[in-house]
Each structure stands twice: as structure tokens, then as C-alpha cells.
């Protein structure tokens, strides 16, 4: 089975601050890992992924994370915060490589807010 | 990229009627659909998996006769939710798998939601 654990439900930063949302996975078997950003009402948007290669992974809006095995985790970092960037960001988990049974595993969430 | 859409973005419905939630993929096929429901505040709980073509599997606890789903074409899948009471209230999102290599490992790619409110 596969888990994933978002520490702290609700970070606030002052804009221009960095950004940093954690993430912690459990997988039987390498995962694939995906941080998405969810703004109020909406659907999902992907913001970066890792399958393999790189650890250090770039994504959209100036979001990066890295990959440490070792840790088992996937933190998302920006280096300085901007209003727009608040939203509700979750990572996810999917460990079976991209078989056909793959499924996403979601963490509860992280709400970003982002203060003048 | 790939664009999955949703229909309708929002409905209000009295308790006991069924209402159908729609969900495409607009610029590829999807073999594979997933739907979602999330509750204010809370992280995006699987319901089922759709498969193009035969049944969807449902995950534990989703009942599968109340939340019906059908993946009638590669670009087309619909939940409908029968007998809807105010406990189904909830906001559902629906994801299409693209194909491997398309987007590279069968990344899903994500609705923009359908808000449910039962009265």
C-alpha cells in the first residue's frame, strides 16, 4: 500500500518569503511523484512531476521540488512567494510505474496563503 | 496539453432526483477515467475507475449502485448520481488517464470540477 502525508494542513508566508510544502510518501516500490495546485473551485492542475531521472525537478509558476530517496520525500519549494500563488497544493503518489491498475494517491492538502 | 472538461460546473438538485455529471476528454483518448470526490476542505477521495468499453471499478466503501458510471466512448465518461440525498453534496472531479507515451506514463489530467448540492 502507498501513503502519502502532507505535514502542516495550512502554511502562511509573506510575499517575496520562500515556499516550503512538505511531503512525505510510503511505496512499496518506486513512485512516480506529482504535486498539484487546486485554486477555490476548481480541478487539479499539474504542477511538476518526477518519474525518473533528475531528482531536482522544475515545474510551472517557479515551483521546484526534489526528489531524496533516502527521506522519502518530495517537498515543493519556491523561492519567493507571490499573492497568486495561494491555493491549495497536494502531492500525490502513484506507484505502479504506469501500469494499467495505476492509481493516484492524494495527501490531505496543504492550504498556502500568502500575506502582504 | 490535454484538456478534460466537465458538465456541468455546478448544479443544485432536490433530494431523490438522479442527476448525470459528464466528463470529456477533449483533445485525445482516455481509456481510462477516474472519479473523485472531495468535501470542503479535505483531499480527493477515489471513487471509482472507468474503463472504456466495461465495468468501472469501485473503490471501498463507494456504493456502486447509488454512483452509477458509464465509459460509453474513448472520450466520454458519465457518473450519475441516483436518488441523491443532501450527504451527497460534495464536489466531484473527474480525471482522464492519457495514453503512455503521449504525455509520457499515463499522467491523468484533471476536470474543473462539478459542484453538487442537494436540497
Known amino acids: 500500500a502507498q501513503s502519502v502525508t502532507q505535514l502542516g494542513s495550512h502554511v502562511s508566508v509573506s510575499e517575496g518569503a520562500l515556499v516550503l510544502l512538505r511531503c512525505n510518501y510510503s511505496s512499496s516500490v518506486p513512485p512516480y511523484l506529482f504535486w498539484y495546485v487546486q485554486y477555490p473551485n476548481q480541478g487539479l492542475q499539474l504542477l511538476l512531476k518526477y518519474t525518473t531521472g533528475a531528482t531536482l525537478v522544475k515545474g510551472i509558476n517557479g515551483f521546484e521540488a526534489e526528489f531524496k530517496k533516502s527521506e522519502t520525500s518530495f517537498h515543493l519549494t519556491k523561492p519567493s512567494a507571490h499573492m497568486s500563488d495561494a491555493a491549495e497544493y497536494f502531492c500525490?503518489?502513484?506507484?505502479?510505474?504506469?501500469?494499467?491498475?495505476?492509481?493516484?494517491?492524494f495527501g490531505t492538502g496543504t492550504r498556502l496563503q500568502v500575506t502582504l | 496539453g490535454a484538456v478534460v472538461s466537465q458538465h456541468p460546473s455546478w448544479v443544485i438538485c432536490k433530494s431523490g432526483t438522479s442527476v448525470k455529471i459528464e466528463c470529456r476528454s477533449l483533445d485525445f483518448q482516455a481509456t481510462t477515467m477516474f472519479w473523485y470526490r472531495q468535501f470542503p476542505k479535505q483531499s480527493l477521495m477515489l471513487m471509482a475507475t472507468s474503463n472504456e468499453g466495461s465495468k468501472a471499478t469501485y473503490e471501498q466503501g463507494v456504493e456502486k449502485d447509488k454512483f452509477l458510471i458509464n465509459h460509453a466512448s474513448l472520450t466520454l465518461s458519465t457518473l450519475t448520481v441516483t436518488s441523491a440525498h443532501p450527504e451527497d453534496s460534495s464536489f466531484y472531479i473527474c480525471?482522464?488517464?492519457?495514453?503512455?507515451?503521449?504525455?509520457?506514463?499515463?499522467?491523468?489530467?484533471f476536470g474543473p470540477g462539478t459542484r453538487l448540492t442537494v436540497l
Open positions: 480525471s482522464a488517464r492519457v495514453p503512455a507515451g503521449l504525455a509520457g506514463l499515463g499522467e491523468q489530467f
Open positions: 500525490a503518489v502513484n506507484p505502479i510505474r504506469g501500469g494499467t491498475a495505476s492509481k493516484l494517491t
